[in-house]
């Protein structure tokens, strides 16, 4: 099992252009989420999705989108980069997230620099 | 608001000897869950160890194990027999048991493992 896969691993962006950052779990988990990690802080929310067909915001939702294709893939969308969202995007995916036992396993990462 | 907070920034330790990373975190909740995850140069953010806050038991991982204190809201992560693979920084996460879908993320901890 390859766990939760992220592409691309890094990405510099001009401000204003736009880019979609992939993520895929192959752990038949029913939850996924987008954090970010910025320099000396944990990781941030931006958005969730309970389970296939659902999407919520998290904690730091602005200036994203995302797209939840399948049961499998969970995408972040940036429409026009901004400097602020330099940063490292961590998808992660988790059995179910009501469920009070569970756990959230991540990804490698995506490191993105808006110029 | 739940919040985490690990004091301690940078850690060193000596190539097989012990140390303690420590966390303390607020909420009102009584049922909760903790995490640490470890988080090496490549990025990865690894679970190492959970706790349930209805257990009295501390969790142990092979040479990972906590010290939970409920009452002071205390959740410390002992490293027996360091490794040179122990370097990371490391993460002490907070996620309520009634189901949420954010896990709340401490600053972190750099720990260097000296040979």
């Known amino acids: 099992n390859a766990g939760v896969t992220q592409t691309p691993k890094f990405q510099v962006l001009k401000t204003g252009q736009s880019m979609t950052l992939q993520c895929a779990q192959d752990m038949n988990h029913n939850s996924m989420y987008w954090y970010r990690q910025d320099p000396g802080m944990g990781l941030r929310l931006i958005y969730y999705?309970?389970?296939?067909?659902?999407?919520d915001k998290g904690e730091v939702p602005n200036g994203y989108n995302v797209s939840r294709l399948n049961k499998r893939e969970f995408s972040l969308r940036l429409e026009s980069a901004a400097p602020s969202q330099t940063s490292v995007y961590f998808c992660?995916?988790?059995?179910?997230?009501?469920?009070?036992?569970?756990?959230?396993?991540f990804g490698p990462g995506t490191r993105l620099t808006v110029l | 608001a739940q919040t985490v907070t690990q004091s301690q920034p940078e850690m060193s330790v000596q190539e097989a000897e012990t140390v303690t990373l420590s966390c303390t975190y607020d909420?009102?909740?009584?049922?909760?869950?903790l995490f640490w995850y470890k988080q090496p140069p490549s990025r990865q953010m690894i679970l190492v160890i959970r706790?349930?806050?209805?257990?009295?038991q501390n969790a142990t991982e092979n040479r990972f194990s906590v010290n939970f204190q409920k009452a002071a809201k205390s959740f410390s992560l002992k490293i027996s027999d360091s490794q040179l693979g122990d370097a990371a920084m490391y993460f002490c996460?907070?996620?309520?048991?009634?189901?949420?879908?954010?896990?709340?993320f401490g600053k972190g901890t750099k720990l260097t493992v000296n040979p």
């Open positions: 706790q349930e806050a209805y257990k009295q």
């Open positions: 909420t009102s909740e009584s049922d909760y869950y």
């Open positions: 999705s309970a389970s296939e067909g659902t999407t």
């Open positions: 996460a907070y996620r309520y048991q009634g189901g949420s879908e954010k896990l709340v």
């Open positions: 992660a995916s988790s059995r179910d997230y009501r469920q009070g036992t569970d756990t959230q396993y």
